[in-house]
């Protein structure tokens, strides 16, 4: 007779504030695609409607993904809900500083990436001269490159950046003192005078980010910019061609595609089997 598997609990903070989305959709497909995919490991979640309501999970959790969201990083300032929200990440903190075993892993996405960086006092978070919209080139930095959170991806590789706001000018010695690493890049602009901003960032072994949308899959995308609203909204903003080149990359096998399988998946299957190695050992053996 089998021995009942611990699951791998699965906290989600929502950072949507109750706005209609794609990312949390996704988010939550992930997550119940990763059920027993990782060595026979349950994995289970939960939402929690940290922007929106200040619900934020306890540290029964094993691992950890918060959203992207709209509007400014600053919004929750002096409000509860980011009070609640940067002591459940100052308790996670804790907790890992703490403990050599049992860590708990944190994934951080767009707004919650910029949220990461307030907290770690990582780098400038900024608003950006125009928004960055659409399908668009990541670089990885030389640590990038070797860090398992990007395997299976070329370099650079397509995400979905859809963001108002930034981070620039990293702080380098606040990211020396605790051991994070930039990971990569926004695209090169060599027309353009302005600094590149930060596109991923690991804090810990355990705890990382990304400003733009890992989860972003082109069947949902392609729904979502179709619907008329949405097309009217992007072209009168944006124009007809970047419309049209959205959709054009939400085709291409090799773009959004291989990031959405790559990423989370990546993150996922790691803490699964490092949080349960001896459900790993087993299968191996």
């Known amino acids: 007779m089998s021995t009942p598997q611990t699951p791998v609990r699965v906290a989600v903070l929502d950072l949507y504030d109750n706005e209609p989305n794609e990312g949390m959709r996704a988010i939550r497909e992930i997550l119940a695609a990763s059920d027993r995919r990782y ?9 929690f409607e940290a922007r929106y309501r200040a619900e934020v999970p ?20 002096g409000k509860p809900w980011e009070t609640a929200y940067f002591n459940w990440l100052e308790r996670v903190w804790a907790h890992n500083s703490g403990t050599k075993d049992s ?12 949220m990461m960086c307030r907290f770690f006092e990582l780098g400038e978070v ?11 080139p990541v670089h990885l930095t030389e640590q990038g490159r070797k ?32 051991g994070a690493r930039i990971l990569a890049l926004e695209k090169i602009r060599p027309h353009v005078d302005l600094e590149r901003a930060v596109m991923a960032i690991r804090v810990s072994g ?20 179709l619907k008329p609203e949405r097309r009217a909204y992007v072209i009168e903003h944006h124009g ?6 959205i959709l054009r990359r939400l085709q291409e096998p090799n ?24 459900q790993a050992l087993r299968r191996v053996a």
């Open 39 to 47: 060595h026979g490991v349950p994995v289970t979640f939960d939402v």
């Open 58 to 77: 306890g540290l029964d959790y094993d691992v950890y993904v918060s959203s992207g969201g709209p509007g400014s990083p600053f919004d929750g300032e």
């Open 103 to 114: 860590k708990k892993y944190v994934f951080f996405i767009c707004h919650s990436f910029q």
């Open 126 to 136: 900024t608003q950006r001269r125009s928004p960055s919209f659409g399908i668009l």
């Open 147 to 178: 860090d398992w959170l990007f395997e299976g991806l070329p370099d650079p590789f397509y995400a979905a950046d859809f963001r108002s706001w930034q981070v620039v000018q990293p702080h380098r010695e606040r990211l020396r003192r605790l």
């Open 206 to 225: 355990e705890i990382v980010g990304t400003q733009f949308h890992p989860e972003a899959d082109p069947p949902g995308m392609t729904k979502h910019f």
């Open 240 to 245: 007809e061609e970047k419309y049209r080149r």
């Open 255 to 278: 773009a959004l595609t291989r990031t959405h399988n790559a990423v989370l998946p990546n993150f996922i299957r790691h803490a699964v089997t490092n949080l349960r190695p001896e």
